[in-house]
């Protein structure tokens, strides 16, 4: 039987293996969600500048708490977005988060996207690892990075240890997952679900019927295996609640392999 467990990042730090999406939640929806998540047992929040709604993800955090959830079980994680990068900009960004967030430290802050300058995201980077070492980020990472991206990175004196990208059946990355696996970069699993659009595959359905779980429950349980850290979303709270139930099967190593050749579905 499936148990839920952590990941170890690179610095030691644990980390919860799912997560709860935020992207495209309202500030009102942000808080409803976030606080619904928590109170059905996810730890690990996705949160980002960019989502607009990081007030709201803060209401929600601090009405978990006030139910009793405490700030050190949580994993709270913020990206810093494409128009604040460089060294002060970054800085401010993360300030200006942590400020709607009502938050201390954040548990993980990323670069949302490479900028296609590496100088940029080099400050950008210093300003992660100046974050880190001032432990107000316990641990840093980036989105959305090729291993192109990630290479002008490894000459400073921290080296990305999460690598958030859209990962989900019949889109398995195997160039830059394979990469961040021999660098020690944990992947996380953004668009777990595809965005609804892998729902219906077949294969998926076979073996959702097999288990008597949703199609949704077997992509995540599949990302799970593979090592990575989906975060899927919903607005449902049914859907919250089914997305965080996948730890009482596993997938055989035959089912695992079958999902990993589906073709991509756009
Ligand atoms: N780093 C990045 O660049 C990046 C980019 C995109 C996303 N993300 C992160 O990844 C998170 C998830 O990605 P996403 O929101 O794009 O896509 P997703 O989680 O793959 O899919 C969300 C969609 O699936 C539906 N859904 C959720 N659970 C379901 C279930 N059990 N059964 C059927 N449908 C279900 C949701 O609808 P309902 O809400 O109606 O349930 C929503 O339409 C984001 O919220 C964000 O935190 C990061």
Redesign the pocket.
């Known amino acids: 039987m499936a148990e839920k467990e952590m990941r170890t990042l690179s610095n030691g730090v644990n980390m919860p293996e799912i997560g709860f999406?935020?992207?495209?939640l309202d500030n009102l929806q942000a808080r409803s969600c976030v606080g619904q998540a928590l109170q059905d047992g996810y730890r690990l929040i996705?949160?980002?500048a960019f989502y607009g709604n990081e007030t709201g993800v803060g209401q929600g955090i601090r009405d978990a708490m006030q139910s009793g959830v405490s700030r050190e079980d949580l994993f709270v994680v913020s990206?810093v977005w494409k128009d604040s990068m460089g060294y002060e900009l970054t800085m401010a960004s993360f300030e200006k988060t942590l400020r709607e967030l009502q938050l201390e430290y954040l548990d993980l802050y990323l670069i949302?996207?490479p900028s296609g300058d590496h100088e940029l995201d080099r400050s950008s980077w210093q300003a992660l690892i100046d974050l880190y070492k001032s432990g107000k980020a316990r641990a840093i990472g980036v989105?959305?990075f090729k291993p192109e991206d990630l290479m002008p990175l490894f000459d400073m004196e921290i080296v990305p240890m999460v690598n958030?990208i859209?990962v989900?059946p019949g889109w398995k990355q195997d160039t830059v997952t394979s990469f961040c696996r021999q660098h020690g970069i944990q992947v996380m699993a953004?668009?777990?679900?595809?965005?609804?659009r892998v729902?219906n595959n077949h294969l998926l359905r076979q073996i959702a019927a097999a288990y008597g779980k949703?199609t949704?429950?077997i992509c995540l349980r599949w990302e799970i295996q593979k090592g990575f850290v989906p975060?899927?979303?919903?607005?449902?709270p049914a859907?919250i609640r089914?997305?965080l139930d996948v730890f009482d099967f596993e997938l055989t190593t035959g089912q695992m392999q079958a999902i990993d050749s589906l073709p991509p579905m756009e």
């Open positions: 999406g935020t992207y495209l996705d949160g980002a990206k949302h996207w989105s959305n958030q859209m989900y953004w668009s777990p679900l595809g965005r609804g729902l949703s949704a429950q975060v899927p979303k919903s607005v449902s859907r089914e997305n």
